[in-house]
């Protein structure tokens, strides 16, 4: 699904995200099949532990949130970075609430899906607006991080519910979140649905896609049920695809800019 919106060269200088493109959702899809990867190694490596691989992963966010923040304008590079840290802390969040806490996941899924609708309603209270492109100011900005955060901790815990417990299995899971992303931007062209709230809707339904794919390619026995491939290999597989649209987000950016001089 895609925007209306001017090209990202004639947007407000001070809007702190990106443009809602095609290349846009590839990116989101990269970041999530490499943070469930690559969570999943770290947080399940019994050489690191489950206590310092969250506690590495919030230090990492909170690094990469500092200097998102402190750009005055939209870096490709600080809000993808960024965007990767949120994928790899927000799996390993959901993952503490059910392997460390002993939270079921259809506990762990409905407190998360509250908190992500506190989010919201508070960012609509006080600012009037759920629109990305007005994500213009601090408030805004630190709802929209807020946002994000619970959107991909809310995913992982989705996906996992609906392949384990509710028994879809990590391929079955794939396509059933496959379908459901479709049906927001289905509401959108044909029946009005407002730009905003497909877009989240969207977005979030994202993350458990992209984490049940990488599930089933992934994990590896006794605890997957796909091609257990290992959660390292595929790290270092879905870390390759990432960079490489993120190199095609950072040339298009660039090549924007410069046209814009």
Sequence with gaps: MTTTRPP????????????VTLVFWGAKLATTAFG????DYVFFNDYIGRNKAILGGLILLAGCLAVQLSRRTYSPLAYWTTVVAVSVFGTMSADFLNQDLGMPLWGSTVLLLVLQAGVFAAWWRTQGTLDTHSVDNRPREIFYWLTVIFT???????????????????????????????????????????EVAAFWLAYTLTRPLGASFADWLGVPAPYGDGLQLGTG?????????????LGV?????????RQSR
């Excluded at 992303?181 to 029946?191: D, K, M, N």
Aim: glycine fraction near 8%; avoid cysteine.
């Design 8 to 19: 990202e060269s004639r947007r407000h200088s001070a809007v702190k995200v990106p443009e």
């Design 36 to 39: 469930e990867a690559f969570s």
């Design 152 to 194: 991909f901790a809310l995913g992982t815990a989705a996906g996992d519910l609906a392949a384990g417990p509710l028994g879809l299995g990590t391929l079955a899971a794939t396509f059933v979140f496959l379908g459901l992303i479709l049906v927001p931007a289905l509401a959108h062209r044909r029946f009005a649905l407002n």
């Design 233 to 245: 290999p595929m790290s270092l597989a879905t870390g390759a695809v990432l960079l490489a649209v």
């Design 249 to 257: 987000v950072v040339s298009r950016h660039t090549a924007a800019t």
